[in-house]
C-alpha cells in the first residue's frame, strides 16, 4: 500500500475542495438553464474518489461507474474544463458535447463511464477485467455502483461469474442510503449490502465512506488481491450525499435534521480539522487552497462558455458511417 503522509492529507483536501466547489458551481449553472437534462451531483461523497485512486496504480488500473460521474474522471487526472464543457454541451467536451452529464468518458485516463441504465456498468466492469486477465495487463478495474443498483439482476450473474473465472475486479457500492427516494432500509430484507457478495464466497467488507484513509486502506487490500490473481472482492462503502438524487428531487423522503446531521460527519471539514490540530497546514493556508479553488472552477466555467457547441454534422458523424446519412431524407 502507498504510504499515507501529511501531503497525502494536504491534497485530499484541495482535491475534495475542488471537487465540492465543481459541484456547487454546476448547480448554479443547471437553475440558469446552462446545463440542461439530468444532473446528480456528488457533494458529500468526495472521501470515496480520493481514497480509491490513492490505492489504485493510476498508470494502468481502471473505473467504471453509474450516472452520478463527474468526479471520477476529475481525481484520475481528465481535464476539468473538458468536463465543464462537456456539462454545457460543447464541442470542446470529453464526448465532444453530446454525452452530457450522464456520459462522460476518457480512454486516455482509463475512465469508462458514466452510465445511464442503473446498474448497467456492474457486467460491463467485469468484461474489462476479463480483458485485463486474457490479455495479461496486470491491471485492475474497480466497478461502482449505486445501493439502488446491487438489486439488478445482473449484479448476482456477474458476481457469480467473477468469482469463477478470479477476473482482477473489485465491486464497490456508494451506499448513500437511498436508491434516488427509497432508504435501503425499505428496499430490502438485508439491509447490510457487504453481505451480498458472501453468498458467492467473495470477500465482502462494510467501510467508512466519509473518511478517505479507512478507504484507501481497504481498497488497497483489495486491488492487491485482485492483481495478484485472487479474484473480486465487494466493498459496501458507507456514504451520504447532501444534494438530492438529481437536481429534479424535492427530498420529501428525509428531513432537514437527517441532512444538517451527516453534515457534521463532512469529510471534507474532518479533513480540514485533522490539518490543522496537527499542525500540518495553518488556516490561513487551507483557506487560501480554497480561494485558489473557486478560481480554478470559475476558469473551467470561463472556457466551457467560451467554446462552441457542435455542428448538424458533427452530431451526425458520430452516429452514422455513412456519409450520406442514407436513412435521413431531411438533411
Not at 480540514?272 to 466555467?301: A, F, G, H, P
Request: glycine share 8%; net charge positive; charged share 25%.
Amino acid at each position: 500500500m502507498k504510504e499515507i503522509t501529511t501531503k497525502t492529507y494536504i491534497k485530499w483536501f484541495k482535491d475534495m475542495s475542488f471537487w465540492r466547489k465543481f459541484e456547487d458551481k454546476c448547480r448554479s449553472l443547471y437553475l440558469k438553464q446552462k446545463i440542461r437534462g439530468f444532473l446528480h451531483l456528488y457533494n458529500g461523497q468526495e472521501a470515496l474518489p480520493a481514497g480509491l485512486t490513492h490505492a489504485m496504480d493510476m498508470s494502468k488500473d481502471k473505473i467504471i461507474t453509474a450516472y452520478r460521474c463527474h468526479i471520477f474522471p476529475l481525481s484520475m487526472g481528465v481535464d476539468p474544463k473538458k468536463i465543464m464543457a462537456e456539462l454545457l454541451g460543447k464541442k470542446t467536451g470529453t464526448s465532444r458535447g453530446m454525452g452530457g452529464s450522464m456520459h462522460i468518458f476518457s480512454k486516455k485516463h482509463r475512465f469508462y463511464g458514466g452510465h445511464g441504465i442503473v446498474g448497467g456498468q456492474i457486467p460491463l466492469g467485469a468484461g474489462i477485467a476479463f480483458a485485463d486477465k486474457y490479455f495479461n495487463r496486470d491491471a485492475v478495474t474497480l466497478t461502482i455502483m449505486g445501493d439502488g443498483a446491487v438489486r439488478q439482476g445482473s449484479l448476482h450473474e456477474t458476481f457469480n461469474m467473477s468469482m469463477i473465472w478470479k477476473l482482477p475486479v473489485v465491486f464497490i457500492c456508494e451506499n448513500n442510503g437511498y436508491a434516488m427516494g427509497t432508504s435501503v432500509k425499505r428496499s430490502t430484507n438485508m439491509k447490510e449490502i457487504y453481505k451480498i457478495g458472501l453468498s458467492y464466497g467473495m470477500p465482502s467488507y462494510p467501510v467508512d465512506g466519509m473518511n478517505p484513509e479507512k478507504i484507501a486502506k481497504i481498497a488497497s487490500i483489495a486491488i492487491e488481491k485482485a492483481r495478484k490473481g485472487e479474484g473480486a472482492t465487494f466493498l459496501d462503502i458507507k456514504t451520504y450525499r447532501y444534494r438530492g438524487h438529481s437536481m429534479s428531487d424535492a427530498e420529501s423522503y428525509r428531513n432537514k435534521e437527517e441532512v444538517i446531521l451527516y453534515k457534521k460527519k463532512d469529510p471534507i471539514l474532518k479533513l480540514k480539522n485533522i490539518i490543522v490540530q496537527n499542525k500540518w497546514e495553518t488556516i490561513d493556508n487551507l483557506n487560501t487552497i480554497e480561494n485558489e479553488v473557486k478560481r480554478k472552477v470559475e476558469y473551467c466555467v470561463e472556457f466551457a462558455e467560451n467554446s462552441d457547441t457542435p455542428s448538424l454534422e458533427e452530431m451526425y458523424n458520430v452516429v452514422y458511417n455513412e456519409k450520406d446519412y442514407p436513412f435521413l431524407d431531411f438533411i
